[in-house]
């Protein structure tokens, strides 16, 4: 299938697929969406429901000897945009990240290096973390920062079988539209047996299909104002 890195509303790049019209990314800003759907809606959300990003134990004002680790699966590691904001978000809060990226149809290496990602965040130190990351050996836990540490997975989403492991997930997959089977209840139990008791879940999507086939398999689902150029996302919490 033919694909193409063009430029989003936001200035950043992302990866277009002609034949579906759709993109890796929102067109509106693919460094925009990533911001608002998995770290603000996702990752700080978590870390403030569960006070796991503060290294003060609340109770007694007392500095922990060792964080909560984070531990992140997310469907659709494609450009690295979602993991590499992770890893900047996880230095700056000074969390520990443990990060799993699933993905079927990996990212070519011609095409990474159209992508802007370190640029247009103002990370050009790390420019050869980003492309690190993309060739790290699937299968395989890598550490990146003291912060994080990444694991690449070469699979189809339906061959998840996790059970109990994952604090958050980002939901990242090809729309509905166009990959329907990836919106089901069938791949939504997967993804709440993959997560922990109280784990979340955060996609950019909010098609009341997608809502009811979470809430079937358990989750509580939530509405929320969606990135720019997108009315709405979800948020489930298992």
Request: charged share 25%.
């Amino acid at each position: 299938m033919e694909r193409e890195v063009v430029i989003t509303g936001d200035g950043s790049s992302t990866i277009h697929l002609p034949e579906w019209d759709e993109q890796y990314h929102s067109k509106h800003g693919a460094i925009q969406e990533a911001y608002h759907v998995f770290v603000k809606h996702g990752l700080h959300h978590f870390c403030e429901k569960t006070n796991s990003c503060s290294n003060v134990t609340p109770s007694t004002g007392k500095v922990k000897e060792v964080k909560e680790q984070i531990a992140i699966l997310e469907i659709g590691f494609g450009t690295g945009l979602n993991a590499f904001i992770t890893l900047l978000e996880s230095e700056k809060l000074g969390i520990e990240i443990n990060y799993t990226g699933v993905e079927g149809y990996p990212v070519v290496s011609n095409e990474i290096l159209q992508l802007n990602y370190p640029k247009q965040l103002k990370a050009e130190e790390k420019e050869s973390l980003f492309k690190r990351m993309h060739d790290f050996s699937w299968d395989e836990k890598h550490s990146v920062l003291n912060t994080f540490s990444l694991t690449k997975q070469k699979k189809f989403f339906s061959e998840i079988t996790d059970k109990n492991l994952y604090n958050l997930i980002y939901f990242d997959a090809f729309g509905a539209r166009v990959q329907p089977e990836l919106w089901t209840e069938t791949i939504f139990l997967k993804m709440y047996d993959a997560l922990k008791q109280n784990g979340v879940l955060v996609t950019y999507a909010a098609k009341g299909s997608v809502r009811r086939a979470m809430q079937t398999v358990g989750f509580m689902v939530e509405k929320l104002p969606g990135p720019p150029g997108k009315r709405e996302m979800l948020r489930a919490t298992k």
